[in-house]
């Protein structure tokens, strides 16, 4: 218990620095602040930055603003933001498709060892179970496979929390929305 309470005063007395706000995909892409004049007024492509910030006024998402202030297509805009991203975390690869690909393995992973820890391991169905099936492979095929193989556990697992394609995960990188996650044609997995 001492050594607890002296742990505490020792931090109490040195708190954690705090830590630098989080770098946005603007920032990324021109590293740097945009440069002012004395009015703080963008100096460098002033029309197209005082564009910008008139459509973010408006409501207008900010990768759409900025496609739309600088002549850009806003999928291209939003598929850079994507590989800078992607990169920063630790992913390589040549192009856009070969860092996404890194990344679905390590969700598809996540989303193994979380539905495994949610079925307390009965991810396979007792057919999967005698054709020894690899429950990875739940994730890695189609949906048909799939079903066939999944037990009842996972099947209600998934349809709490989807079970995401390489398609929708790439829509999820690109604009940052999942609400494709889930299944097509409104059935349940249990259906």
Do not use: C, H
């Not at 706000?21 to 602040?33: H, Q």
């Not at 060892?113 to 005698?130: C, D, I, K, P, R």
């Not at 990875?136 to 556990?153: F, G, I, M, V």
């Amino acid at each position: 218990l001492e050594a607890v309470l002296a742990e505490m005063d020792r931090r109490a007395d040195n708190p954690a620095p705090v830590p630098a706000p989080e770098r946005t995909w603007v920032d990324d892409l021109f590293a740097g602040p945009r440069p002012v004049d004395e009015d703080d007024d963008p100096i460098e492509q002033g029309e197209e930055w005082a564009r910008f910030d008139a459509l973010l006024a408006d409501g207008v998402d900010e990768r759409q603003a900025y496609a739309e202030a600088f002549g850009k297509d806003v999928d291209k805009v939003r598929r850079e933001e994507a590989i800078v991203r992607l990169r920063d975390e630790g992913f390589t690869g040549r192009s856009f498709e070969e860092l996404a690909r890194g990344a679905y393995r390590v969700r598809l992973e996540e989303d193994y060892f979380a539905a495994e820890a949610a079925t307390n391991g009965y991810l396979l169905n007792s057919q999967g179970v005698a054709r020894g099936i690899d429950p990875r492979e739940l994730w890695r095929q189609n949906e048909t496979y799939a079903r066939k193989w999944a037990s009842d556990e996972l099947l209600e697992w998934w349809d709490e929390r989807g079970r995401i394609t390489f398609a929708q995960f790439q829509e999820e990188l690109l604009t940052g929305s999942n609400a494709a996650r889930f299944r097509t044609g409104g059935e349940t997995w249990q259906q």
